[in-house]
Protein backbone atom coordinates (compact mmCIF):
# COMPACT_ATOMS: atom_id res chain seq x y z
CA UNK A 1 0.00 0.00 0.00
CA UNK A 2 0.65 3.60 -0.32
CA UNK A 3 1.56 6.11 2.37
CA UNK A 4 4.68 4.56 3.85
CA UNK A 5 6.06 8.30 4.75
CA UNK A 6 3.16 9.51 5.15
CA UNK A 7 2.38 7.57 8.10
CA UNK A 8 6.06 8.01 9.42
CA UNK A 9 5.29 11.75 8.90
CA UNK A 10 2.12 12.47 10.86
CA UNK A 11 3.51 10.41 13.76
CA UNK A 12 6.51 11.92 14.24
CA UNK A 13 4.67 15.40 13.95
CA UNK A 14 1.62 14.56 16.07
CA UNK A 15 2.01 11.41 18.36
CA UNK A 16 3.10 10.38 21.26
CA UNK A 17 5.81 8.39 21.71
CA UNK A 18 3.23 5.05 22.41
CA UNK A 19 1.35 5.65 19.39
CA UNK A 20 4.76 6.28 17.13
CA UNK A 21 6.03 2.95 18.57
CA UNK A 22 2.63 1.23 17.60
CA UNK A 23 2.91 2.59 14.49
CA UNK A 24 6.51 1.65 13.85
CA UNK A 25 5.50 -1.90 15.22
CA UNK A 26 2.38 -1.89 12.98
CA UNK A 27 4.59 -0.50 9.57
CA UNK A 28 6.93 -3.50 10.48
CA UNK A 29 4.39 -5.84 10.74
CA UNK A 30 2.67 -4.89 7.33
CA UNK A 31 6.15 -4.73 5.40
CA UNK A 32 6.96 -7.84 6.81
CA UNK A 33 3.84 -9.40 6.08
CA UNK A 34 3.68 -7.97 2.68
CA UNK A 35 7.44 -9.82 1.83
CA UNK A 36 6.21 -12.92 3.28
CA UNK A 37 3.13 -12.89 0.80
CA UNK A 38 4.99 -12.00 -2.40
CA UNK A 39 7.47 -14.97 -1.53
CA UNK A 40 4.65 -17.70 -0.46
CA UNK A 41 2.86 -15.66 -3.48
CA UNK A 42 5.40 -17.02 -6.01
CA UNK A 43 6.32 -20.54 -4.51
CA UNK A 44 2.78 -21.10 -4.80
CA UNK A 45 2.40 -19.85 -8.05
CA UNK A 46 5.57 -22.72 -9.12
CA UNK A 47 4.76 -25.87 -7.82
CA UNK A 48 2.01 -28.43 -8.77
CA UNK A 49 -1.78 -27.22 -7.45
CA UNK A 50 -3.37 -29.06 -4.87
CA UNK A 51 -0.57 -30.65 -3.32
CA UNK A 52 1.36 -30.28 -0.18
CA UNK A 53 3.88 -27.68 -1.04
CA UNK A 54 1.26 -25.58 -2.97
CA UNK A 55 -1.42 -26.09 0.28
CA UNK A 56 1.78 -25.22 2.57
CA UNK A 57 3.04 -21.68 0.45
CA UNK A 58 -0.98 -20.98 0.31
CA UNK A 59 -1.92 -20.93 4.20
CA UNK A 60 1.55 -19.09 4.67
CA UNK A 61 0.32 -16.44 1.88
CA UNK A 62 -3.14 -16.21 3.76
CA UNK A 63 -1.56 -15.44 7.03
CA UNK A 64 1.24 -13.25 5.68
CA UNK A 65 -1.70 -11.43 3.99
CA UNK A 66 -4.12 -10.62 7.14
CA UNK A 67 -0.67 -9.37 8.67
CA UNK A 68 0.10 -7.13 6.58
CA UNK A 69 -3.84 -6.36 5.49
CA UNK A 70 -4.76 -5.76 9.30
CA UNK A 71 -1.48 -3.74 9.84
CA UNK A 72 -2.17 -1.38 7.17
CA UNK A 73 -5.75 -0.92 7.80
CA UNK A 74 -5.48 -0.15 11.74
CA UNK A 75 -3.17 2.03 10.82
CA UNK A 76 -5.34 3.88 8.20
CA UNK A 77 -7.94 3.74 10.47
CA UNK A 78 -6.33 5.60 12.77
CA UNK A 79 -4.47 8.36 10.29
CA UNK A 80 -7.94 8.72 8.77
CA UNK A 81 -6.59 7.75 5.48
CA UNK A 82 -9.10 6.64 3.02
CA UNK A 83 -7.52 5.47 0.47
CA UNK A 84 -5.14 2.95 2.39
CA UNK A 85 -8.38 1.87 4.22
CA UNK A 86 -9.89 1.06 0.97
CA UNK A 87 -6.94 -0.97 -0.10
CA UNK A 88 -6.40 -2.92 2.99
CA UNK A 89 -10.31 -4.29 3.34
CA UNK A 90 -10.38 -5.23 -0.02
CA UNK A 91 -7.11 -7.51 -0.61
CA UNK A 92 -8.19 -8.91 3.20
CA UNK A 93 -11.91 -9.57 1.82
CA UNK A 94 -10.55 -11.46 -1.20
CA UNK A 95 -7.77 -13.24 0.84
CA UNK A 96 -10.71 -14.77 3.38
CA UNK A 97 -13.06 -15.10 0.52
CA UNK A 98 -10.81 -17.37 -1.63
CA UNK A 99 -9.95 -19.09 1.57
CA UNK A 100 -13.45 -19.91 2.51
CA UNK A 101 -14.06 -20.96 -1.29
CA UNK A 102 -11.35 -24.30 -1.10
CA UNK A 103 -12.61 -25.27 2.47
CA UNK A 104 -16.42 -25.45 1.99
CA UNK A 105 -17.62 -22.85 -1.06
CA UNK A 106 -21.16 -23.66 0.57
CA UNK A 107 -22.23 -20.38 1.04
CA UNK A 108 -22.75 -20.81 4.89
CA UNK A 109 -22.48 -18.19 7.84
CA UNK A 110 -18.56 -16.97 7.58
CA UNK A 111 -19.57 -16.56 3.65
CA UNK A 112 -22.55 -14.60 4.30
CA UNK A 113 -20.70 -12.33 7.18
CA UNK A 114 -18.13 -11.89 3.89
CA UNK A 115 -20.95 -10.64 2.27
CA UNK A 116 -22.22 -8.04 4.94
CA UNK A 117 -18.75 -6.91 5.31
CA UNK A 118 -17.81 -6.09 1.22
CA UNK A 119 -21.56 -4.56 1.30
CA UNK A 120 -20.66 -2.52 4.09
CA UNK A 121 -17.21 -1.20 1.98
CA UNK A 122 -19.08 -0.49 -1.17
CA UNK A 123 -21.74 1.92 0.95
CA UNK A 124 -18.95 3.17 2.88
CA UNK A 125 -17.05 4.21 -0.30
CA UNK A 126 -20.22 5.64 -2.05
CA UNK A 127 -20.47 7.26 0.61
CA UNK A 128 -16.85 8.95 0.20
CA UNK A 129 -17.71 9.33 -3.27
CA UNK A 130 -20.26 11.54 -2.76
CA UNK A 131 -18.26 13.39 -0.28
CA UNK A 132 -15.63 14.23 -2.67
CA UNK A 133 -18.41 15.12 -5.39
CA UNK A 134 -19.31 17.64 -2.93
CA UNK A 135 -15.86 18.93 -1.96
CA UNK A 136 -14.22 18.46 -5.55
CA UNK A 137 -11.71 16.16 -3.64
CA UNK A 138 -11.41 13.93 -0.56
CA UNK A 139 -8.22 13.05 1.47
CA UNK A 140 -6.38 14.21 -2.07
CA UNK A 141 -8.57 12.22 -4.59
CA UNK A 142 -11.04 12.63 -6.59
CA UNK A 143 -14.57 11.29 -6.81
CA UNK A 144 -13.78 8.49 -9.75
CA UNK A 145 -11.42 7.09 -7.03
CA UNK A 146 -13.94 6.33 -4.50
CA UNK A 147 -17.17 5.34 -6.81
CA UNK A 148 -14.04 2.79 -8.94
CA UNK A 149 -13.82 1.36 -5.53
CA UNK A 150 -17.49 1.33 -4.39
CA UNK A 151 -18.31 -0.20 -7.91
CA UNK A 152 -15.61 -3.34 -7.49
CA UNK A 153 -17.27 -3.45 -3.68
CA UNK A 154 -20.69 -3.65 -5.39
CA UNK A 155 -19.77 -6.00 -8.00
CA UNK A 156 -18.33 -8.48 -5.30
CA UNK A 157 -21.45 -8.36 -2.97
CA UNK A 158 -23.28 -9.29 -6.01
CA UNK A 159 -21.15 -12.35 -6.63
CA UNK A 160 -21.17 -13.23 -3.16
CA UNK A 161 -24.53 -12.87 -3.58
CA UNK A 162 -24.95 -15.64 -6.19
CA UNK A 163 -23.23 -17.60 -4.55
CA UNK A 164 -25.24 -17.88 -1.05
CA UNK A 165 -28.47 -18.29 -3.73
CA UNK A 166 -27.47 -21.09 -4.53
CA UNK A 167 -26.25 -22.72 -1.74
CA UNK A 168 -22.20 -22.44 -2.79
CA UNK A 169 -19.59 -23.22 -5.47
CA UNK A 170 -18.39 -26.50 -7.18
CA UNK A 171 -16.08 -28.18 -9.88
CA UNK A 172 -14.01 -25.65 -11.99
CA UNK A 173 -16.20 -22.74 -11.05
CA UNK A 174 -14.94 -23.26 -6.66
CA UNK A 175 -11.47 -23.43 -8.40
CA UNK A 176 -12.14 -20.23 -10.40
CA UNK A 177 -13.33 -18.82 -8.02
CA UNK A 178 -10.17 -19.53 -5.33
CA UNK A 179 -8.22 -18.52 -8.09
CA UNK A 180 -9.44 -15.13 -9.22
CA UNK A 181 -9.70 -13.96 -5.83
CA UNK A 182 -6.59 -15.51 -4.47
CA UNK A 183 -4.77 -14.20 -7.00
CA UNK A 184 -6.06 -10.14 -6.89
CA UNK A 185 -5.09 -10.46 -3.23
CA UNK A 186 -1.69 -11.51 -4.72
CA UNK A 187 -1.53 -8.45 -6.71
CA UNK A 188 -2.64 -6.27 -3.97
CA UNK A 189 0.86 -7.37 -2.28
CA UNK A 190 3.33 -7.36 -5.37
CA UNK A 191 1.91 -4.74 -7.00
CA UNK A 192 1.81 -2.32 -3.73
CA UNK A 193 5.71 -3.26 -3.08
CA UNK A 194 6.90 -3.09 -6.74
CA UNK A 195 5.23 -0.63 -8.15
CA UNK A 196 3.89 1.50 -5.21
CA UNK A 197 7.16 1.85 -3.28
CA UNK A 198 10.01 1.70 -5.72
CA UNK A 199 11.38 5.21 -4.11
CA UNK A 200 12.72 3.31 -1.16
CA UNK A 201 14.51 1.36 -4.13
CA UNK A 202 18.18 2.46 -5.44
CA UNK A 203 17.48 5.17 -8.14
CA UNK A 204 18.45 2.61 -11.18
CA UNK A 205 15.48 0.83 -10.40
CA UNK A 206 12.94 3.35 -10.64
CA UNK A 207 10.42 2.43 -13.59
CA UNK A 208 12.49 -0.67 -14.23
CA UNK A 209 10.37 -3.23 -16.64
CA UNK A 210 11.60 -6.04 -14.24
CA UNK A 211 9.93 -4.35 -11.55
CA UNK A 212 6.87 -3.88 -13.72
CA UNK A 213 6.91 -7.41 -14.93
CA UNK A 214 7.14 -8.94 -10.94
CA UNK A 215 4.42 -6.27 -9.82
CA UNK A 216 2.04 -7.23 -12.67
CA UNK A 217 3.04 -11.12 -12.46
CA UNK A 218 -0.43 -11.96 -10.34
CA UNK A 219 -2.79 -11.02 -12.84
CA UNK A 220 -0.93 -12.86 -15.78
CA UNK A 221 -1.00 -16.27 -13.55
CA UNK A 222 -4.39 -15.31 -12.90
CA UNK A 223 -5.33 -15.40 -16.94
CA UNK A 224 -3.05 -18.35 -17.63
CA UNK A 225 -4.73 -20.75 -14.76
CA UNK A 226 -8.71 -19.57 -15.00
CA UNK A 227 -8.03 -20.76 -19.04
CA UNK A 228 -6.67 -23.82 -17.67
CA UNK A 229 -9.15 -23.98 -15.62
CA UNK A 230 -11.84 -23.41 -17.71
CA UNK A 231 -10.73 -25.64 -20.78
CA UNK A 232 -8.72 -28.76 -18.99
CA UNK A 233 -10.18 -31.43 -17.78
CA UNK A 234 -7.91 -32.88 -15.23
CA UNK A 235 -8.35 -29.17 -13.05
CA UNK A 236 -12.12 -30.09 -13.46
CA UNK A 237 -11.80 -33.53 -11.72
CA UNK A 238 -9.74 -31.90 -8.99
CA UNK A 239 -11.98 -29.48 -8.53
CA UNK A 240 -14.95 -32.20 -7.80
CA UNK A 241 -12.31 -34.36 -5.22
CA UNK A 242 -11.50 -31.19 -3.13
CA UNK A 243 -11.85 -31.85 0.42
CA UNK A 244 -14.72 -30.18 2.19
CA UNK A 245 -12.78 -29.56 5.17
Do not use: C
Not at 28 to 56: C, P, Q, S
Not at 193 to 213: C, E, N, R, T, Y
Request: positive net charge; without cysteine.
Amino acid sequence: MSGTSHILSHALAAAPWWIYALLIAGLTLHIGGGLVAIVAGYAAVFVRKGERRHRFYGKVFIAAMFTMTGAATAMAVYLNEKPNIAAGVLAAYLTITAWLTVRRGDGRTPEKIALLAIAGTAAMFLFWGMQAEARGSLDGYRPVFYFAFGGIATLLAALDSKVIWQGGVSGAQRIARHLWRMSFAFFFAAGSFFLGQQKIMPDAMHGSPVLWLLGLAPLGFMVFWLVRVRVGNRFRHEAASLPAE
